[in-house]
C-alpha cells in the first residue's frame, strides 16, 4: 500500500458534491492529470515505497530526534510544546525555484531601499507615491529614528518573506517578515533531522544543502560591523519564554555568537557594551559592534521606545544614532510588516528602482483610500468569506470574535489603520496523519529567507514551510527542498564563503548567565540527592515487605524528604510519585528538574546538543510513570530520572573552563554541602536502639552514595562516629561536606571578580577552618535520644552556607528586577496595558 499512490487517487478524484464555498488548490506534489509534478519525479520510486507503517515509524524518529534535541515552541495558552515535523518535504524543481529566487532578491533589495527613504529623505512620502497615513500612522514607525540622513544605507541584512500559491499555482508573497525574522534555526534543524529518518530520499534527490548558507550568514554579520578589525556580534533575545526561544538559542549557537538578553548589555559614552562579570563594580571591556536582534524595535530601548520594556537597552537608539553599533536588522524595520504598504509595492518599485515588481502581494486594499474602503466594507457587507480583513499593525487574530458591523465601525472609526485582504486557496502538500494513519492534503505557507551577503541579496534556497488546521493551531513543519539544475551546481550558490579574518575571541559571560549556570548546577545535584533518598526509601520498603513504614530507617527517610521537599502526603507511595512528578512542588525532584531545564535554557547557546537528551529521558521516563499506578514503576522510572541526571556530568566536564563552568561547579557543590547537613540533620538528629542505628546508618550511607566507600574503609558495624567522620570530614570523599567546601573554594578562585580576600571566598575559609576543628566523636555523642550538638553543629552550617550562595550572588550576580514571564511580546504589552 503506497500512502503517496493513493494520495494523489484521492486529490484528483472529481469531488462527489461540487460547492461553490470550496475554492481549487494547486497541488504541490500530483499535476491534475494524476502525474507526479516535476520536482517529484526523480525520488518516486523511494516515495512511493512510504507505507503506513514506514510512516509511523518515520514519524516517531522524528519525534525522538525533536525532543532530544530540545525542540520546542511557546504557546501564551498552553507554554513550552514539542516542536512538530512532517515527514514528507516540501520540494521545488530547479526552474521553478529560479523565477522565485529573483522575486525574492528584488523584494529585499525594494524593502532595503524604501526603509532608508522613510526613515531619511521621506521622497516617496513627500510625493505622494506612498500615503504619509499609512506609515506615520503604523505603531512600527519609530519615530526617533528618522533622520534627513542615515549612517546606515543598508538597514536590511536579513529579511523573511511568507509566501503562498493561488490556484494556478503563482506564488503571492503573504506578509513580509523584517523586524526579527525567525524561523532560520528551525529550519536547520528539521533539514539534520529530515535527512536522517530519509536517508535515501535525501540523497537520491539532488538537493542544495543548506549549511554554507549558515556560514555566509556568520560572515555577513561580521561584515556588518564596518571599520572594526575584530568586531563582537551578539544575537539579542527576549528570554526563554519567547515563543521562538528554541529558534533564538540555535542560531547563536550555529554561528558561533553569544545569545543575550537586554540585562546583559549597557550603554555608556554612547557605546554598546557586555556586562562584566561583577558588574556594576566592574567596568566593562568587551564593545558590542553588532547586534542580531530578535526583540521587536518597540522593547529595543525603554529610554526613547517603550519605557515599562525589561527587554532592550537604555540608551541603544542613541548609539544607533551615532552609528556605534549596528543592529540586524535597523530599528524601525517593523514598519515594512504593515499591508497597508502592499498596493503602493509596484509603484513604489518603479520609483526606487526603475524595475517592476517581480514578485507579486496577495490583493490589499488600504482602507485609508475612499476608494478602496469602498470596495472592503461592500465586501464585507456581502459576507466575502475570501477578505479578511486587518489592523495594518496588529495579528490578524485581533479582530476575531467581532461581527462584520462591529469591524464596520471600527474601520469607519480610523479608516487608515485597517486594510483589507484576499483570502488565497494556499497550495496543498500532503500532511501525515498520526491518529487516522494517512496523509491528508492541507494548505501551507512557505518562508523564505533573504540575506545581503557582499554586495547583494541572496535568498536561501530552502526554507521552511508550515501548515495549520486552525489559525490558532501550533504550526506544522516542512522542510523545503530545492533541487539542484545540475549535480554539479554549488549548494547555495555559493562556491565559497567570503574569507575571514582569522581571530582567536573567547567572550566573557554576563552576570545574567553566570547566575543561570550557577543555579544549574544547585538544581542538578538537588535532584540528584533528591532522587537518591527516594530510590533508598523505595528499596527498604520493597526489601522490609509489610511494617516497613514503622521501621526507624524509613521513618528517617520520610524525615528527610520531607525536610527537603515539605509537608508529605498521607501515602507513601502516593508521596513518592508525587516527589517524581509535582513540578509545582518546592523541593520535589520534579521541581528541581523543571527549574534546571529552565536555567539552561537561558545559556542555551553555551551547551552541548547532548544537553536534551537528559530531558528527553526524563520526559519518557515521566510519560511512563503517569501511564502506570504500580509500585515498581516508581523506583524504575526514578533510576531512569536519576541516570538522565548523572549523565549531565559527562556532558558539563567536556566544556571549556570558562568562568561559566566555574559556577556550574560552585553552584553544585554549595548545593552538596547543604544536601549533606540536610540528610544528617535528619537522619542522625535522634539516637535509636542498637540494630536500629546500624540499620539507618547503612540507610543513610547508602542514600549519601557512601556505602561502599565504607566497606573498603572501616572493618565491623556502622559507627555514628565513622559516619560523620565519612560525610564531614574525608576530603578524599567526593560526597563529604569537607570535599564540598574545597571545590567551592577552588571554583570561586577562578572567577573574575574573586581577588582571594573577597566576601565569599572569606567565608568558605571559615567554613572550612571551623569544619577542621571538628570532632566527631564529641558529635556522635547522643544526650538522652538526641545528639544535640550534632543537629547544631549543622544547623550552623546550613546558615553559613546559605549566607555563602548570597554573598556568592551579590559579589557575581547583578541585582535587578526580575525577567517577565513571556511568551509573545503582544502578551507582555496585554499584561502592561491591563
Known amino acids: 500500500m503506497s500512502l503517496l499512490r493513493d494520495y494523489a487517487d484521492a486529490v484528483t478524484r472529481p469531488p462527489l458534491v461540487v460547492t461553490d464555498d470550496v475554492a481549487p488548490r494547486y497541488d504541490e506534489v500530483v499535476a491534475p492529470d494524476g502525474a507526479f509534478r516535476t520536482a517529484w519525479k526523480g525520488v518516486a520510486s523511494v516515495a512511493l515505497g512510504l507505507t503506513p507503517d514506514e510512516l509511523r515509524r518515520l514519524d516517531g524518529e522524528i519525534t525522538r530526534f525533536l525532543a532530544d534535541d530540545g525542540v520546542s515552541y511557546v504557546r501564551s495558552d498552553t507554554g513550552p510544546q514539542a516542536w512538530q515535523l512532517d515527514p514528507v518535504p516540501l520540494i521545488i524543481d530547479a526552474a521553478t525555484w529560479s523565477r522565485l529566487e ?11 531601499a524604501l526603509l532608508a527613504d522613510l526613515y531619511g529623505p521621506q521622497r516617496l512620502l513627500s510625493t505622494g507615491v506612498v500615503p504619509a497615513a499609512a506609515v506615520l500612522g503604523h505603531a512600527g514607525f519609530a519615530r526617533p529614528l528618522a533622520r534627513p540622513t542615515r549612517p546606515d544605507a ?4 536579513l529579511t523573511g518573506t511568507d509566501l503562498g500559491r493561488d490556484a494556478a499555482g503563482e506564488w503571492h508573497v503573504l506578509a513580509d517578515r523584517v523586524q526579527a525574522p525567525s524561523g532560520l534555526g528551525y529550519a536547520m534543524e528539521n533539514r539534520r533531522v529530515i535527512s536522517q529518518v530519509l536517508p535515501e530520499l535525501y540523497h537520491e534527490s539532488g538537493l542544495h544543502r543548506v549549511e554554507p548558507y549558515y556560514a555566509a550568514l556568520r560572515a555577513a554579520l561580521i561584515e556588518s560591523a564596518a571599520d572594526v578589525a575584530e568586531p563582537r556580534v551578539v544575537v ?22 553569544p545569545l543575550v538578553q537586554g540585562e546583559d548589555l549597557v550603554v555608556r559614552d554612547g557605546w554598546v557594551w557586555m556586562k562584566p562579570a561583577g558588574w556594576p563594580t566592574a567596568a566593562p571591556s568587551e564593545r558590542v559592534d553588532v547586534i542580531l536582534r530578535r526583540v521587536d524595535a518597540d522593547w529595543c530601548d525603554p529610554l526613547e521606545l517603550r519605557a515599562h520594556s525589561q527587554l532592550g537597552v537604555a540608551g541603544l537608539a542613541e548609539a544607533v544614532r551615532r552609528g556605534r553599533v549596528r543592529l540586524v536588522n535597523g530599528l524601525g524595520a517593523g514598519v515594512l510588516e504593515n499591508p497597508a504598504l502592499m498596493p503602493f509595492l509596484p509603484a513604489v518599485c518603479e520609483t526606487l528602482l526603475g524595475e517592476q515588481l517581480r514578485l507579486p502581494s496577495v490583493p490589499t486594499w488600504w482602507c485609508g483610500d475612499p476608494c478602496a474602503r469602498e470596495l472592503v466594507l461592500d465586501r464585507l457587507a456581502a459576507g466575502d468569506p475570501t477578505l479578511a480583513v486587518r489592523l495594518i499593525d496588529a495579528p490578524r487574530r485581533a479582530l476575531a470574535g467581532l461581527d462584520p458591523h462591529q469591524v464596520r465601525e471600527r474601520v469607519l472609526a480610523a479608516p487608515h489603520r485597517f486594510a483589507g485582504q484576499e483570502r488565497l486557496p494556499l497550495s496543498q502538500a500532503p500532511v501525515w496523519d498520526t491518529g487516522g494513519g494517512r496523509v491528508d492534503a492541507r494548505g501551507l505557507v512557505f518562508r523564505a529567507f533573504t540575506l545581503r551577503y557582499g554586495s547583494a541579496y541572496r535568498p536561501l534556497v530552502g526554507g521552511m514551510a508550515t501548515v495549520r488546521e486552525r489559525p490558532d493551531d501550533a504550526p506544522i513543519a516542512k522542510d523545503v527542498w530545492v533541487l539542484k539544475s545540475a549535480v554539479a551546481d554549488p549548494d547555495q550558490g555559493l562556491p565559497e564563503v567570503l574569507p575571514l579574518p582569522v581571530a582567536r575571541s573567547a567572550p566573557a559571560l554576563g552576570p545574567r548567565a553566570l547566575e543561570d549556570m550557577f543555579w544549574a548546577g544547585r538544581y542538578a545535584e538537588r535532584a540528584e540527592d533528591l532522587l537518591r533518598l527516594l530510590l533508598t526509601t523505595q ?13 526507624q530507617s524509613v521513618r528517617a527517610l520520610r524525615a528527610a524528604l520531607k525536610s527537603l521537599a515539605g509537608a508529605p502526603a498521607a501515602d507513601l507511595e502516593a508521596e513518592l510519585r508525587s516527589l517524581l512528578l509535582d ?23 553555551q551547551l552541548s546538543g547532548d544537553t536534551w537528551r537528559v530531558f528527553s529521558s526524563i520526559d519518557r521516563a515521566t510519560k511512563a510513570l503517569r501511564a502506570s499506578s504500580r509500585s515498581h514503576r516508581t523506583a524504575e522510572s526514578g533510576g531512569r530520572m536519576l541516570a538522565a541526571t548523572l549523565s549531565l556530568y559527562g556532558i558539563t566536564a567536556s566544556m571549556i573552563r570558562d568562568a561559566g563552568w566555574h559556577m556550574i561547579e560552585t553552584g553544585r557543590h554549595l548545593e552538596r554541602g547543604l544536601q549533606v547537613c540536610r540528610l544528617l540533620a535528619a537522619t542522625m538528629g535522634k539516637r535509636g536502639g542498637q540494630h536500629a542505628d546500624r540499620d539507618m546508618l547503612e540507610t543513610l550511607l547508602t542514600a549519601a552514595e557512601s556505602i561502599v566507600t565504607h566497606r573498603r574503609r572501616y572493618r565491623g558495624s556502622v559507627r555514628a562516629s565513622d559516619a560523620l567522620e565519612l560525610l564531614l570530614l574525608d576530603g578524599g570523599n567526593p560526597r563529604s561536606l569537607a570535599f564540598a567546601l574545597g571545590e567551592v573554594r577552588a571554583h570561586l578562585a577562578e572567577m573574575p571578580a574573586s581577588t582571594g580576600s573577597t566576601r565569599p571566598e572569606r567565608l568558605v575559609e571559615h567554613l572550612e577552618s571551623e569544619l577542621r576543628d571538628v ?22 552550617t546550613v546558615t553559613r552556607l546559605s549566607q555563602l550562595a548570597d554573598a556568592i550572588d551579590e559579589l557575581h550576580f547583578e541585582a535587578g ?14 499584561r502592561a496595558r491591563a
Open 236 to 257: 539579542l533575545s527576549p528570554g526563554t519564554y519567547s515563543e521562538t526561544a528554541f529558534d533564538q538559542a540555535f542560531l547563536a549557537n550555529v554561528l558561533g555568537f
Open 102 to 112: 529573483v522575486g525574492l532578491a528584488q523584494r529585499a533589495e525594494l524593502l532595503n
Open 154 to 157: 543598508t538597514p536590511l541584512v
Open 817 to 830: 528586577p526580575p525577567p517577565q514571564a513571556m511568551s509573545s511580546l503582544s502578551l507582555i504589552e496585554e
Open 583 to 605: 513540578t509545582g512542588r518546592p523541593g520535589s525532584a520534579a521541581h528541581s528538574l523543571a527549574r534546571l531545564r529552565d536555567a539552561l535554557e537561558g545559556v542555551r547557546d
Open 539 to 551: 528499596a527498604q520498603l520493597d526489601e522490609r515487605g509489610v511494617g516497613a513504614e514503622s521501621s
Open 775 to 796: 570532632d566527631v566523636a564529641q558529635l556522635a555523642q547522643a544526650h538522652g535520644e538526641r545528639r544535640r550538638r550534632l543537629a547544631r553543629f549543622l544547623s550552623d
